[in-house]
């Protein structure tokens, strides 16, 4: 499995952004997937994940929404309200060992390159 994420960039605070992560190759049937990131000095932290349920961390609950198009293999995280501490590098992640939306990145067998989301004015 291979993962292509796209959508990060600059944006002002209070702006939105839509990250966009496609899953290649044999995809197991029950899998989970998700987005983490991390920031500069920091470690990395989950975002959100959506398996049978879906997760997200207390700081972005009600800002962001992730979704996933099981034709299509691929996860959203449509990021609203976005603040300065968002900032960091995305990483989308995928898990072919259960349905579980787990939220330890060490679960997580695949992952995507990576793109950056800055929010500044």
């Known amino acids: 499995v291979q993962l292509q994420a796209s959508g990060g960039g600059l944006v002002q605070p209070g702006g939105s952004l839509r990250l966009s992560c496609a899953a290649s190759g044999r995809t197991a049937s029950r899998n989970s997937m998700g987005w983490f990131r991390q920031a500069p000095g920091k470690e990395r932290e989950v975002v959100a994940v959506?398996?049978?349920?879906?997760y997200y961390a207390p700081s972005v609950k009600g800002r962001f929404t992730i979704s996933k198009d099981n034709a299509k293999n691929t996860v959203y995280l449509q990021m609203n309200n976005l603040k300065p501490e968002d900032t960091a590098v995305y990483y989308c992640?995928?898990?072919?060992?259960?349905?579980?939306?787990?939220?330890?990145?060490?679960?997580?067998?695949?992952w995507g390159q990576g793109t950056q989301v800055t929010v500044s004015s």
């Open positions: 992640a995928y898990s072919g060992a259960s349905d579980y939306a787990d939220t330890t990145a060490s679960k997580y067998d695949t």
């Open positions: 959506i398996g049978w349920y879906i």
